[in-house]
């Protein structure tokens, strides 16, 4: 019998040197890679926010590739916090 999959839902904002070095591509790709769902900004202050959805272990894994993945990055902080989940699949995109 299958396992049901839990799916979760979370903002995330990063903190530190994370804009103009391809840090949202790089987040677009993990996610797209780990089949989450969702979307990724720079914001006016600096700091990167991303609300990804799908399983759990993929969102953890995720969030590890944000703290140490990207070579150009210095992650300084990172909040992340569980919303209601949107219940549909679809692409994880770059939005402005």
Not at 13 to 27: A, E, K, N, T
Not at 28 to 57: C, I, K, T, Y
Not at 58 to 75: I, K, N, Q, T
Request: net charge positive; aromatic share 8%; proline share 2%.
């Amino acid at each position: 019998m299958a396992e049901e999959v839990k799916v979760e839902r979370v903002r995330t904002v990063v903190y530190g040197r994370v804009q103009g070095i391809g840090f949202r591509w790089f987040v677009r790709d993990s996610a797209s890679d780990l089949r989450l769902s969702g979307w990724v900004r720079n914001r006016p202050d600096g700091s990167v926010e991303f609300e990804a959805e799908g399983a759990a272990d993929s969102l953890e894994r995720l969030h590890a590739a944000v703290r140490s993945g990207h070579p150009y990055a210095r992650v300084d902080r990172v909040e992340s916090s569980r919303i209601a989940s949107r219940g549909k699949k679809g692409t994880f995109d770059i939005v402005t």
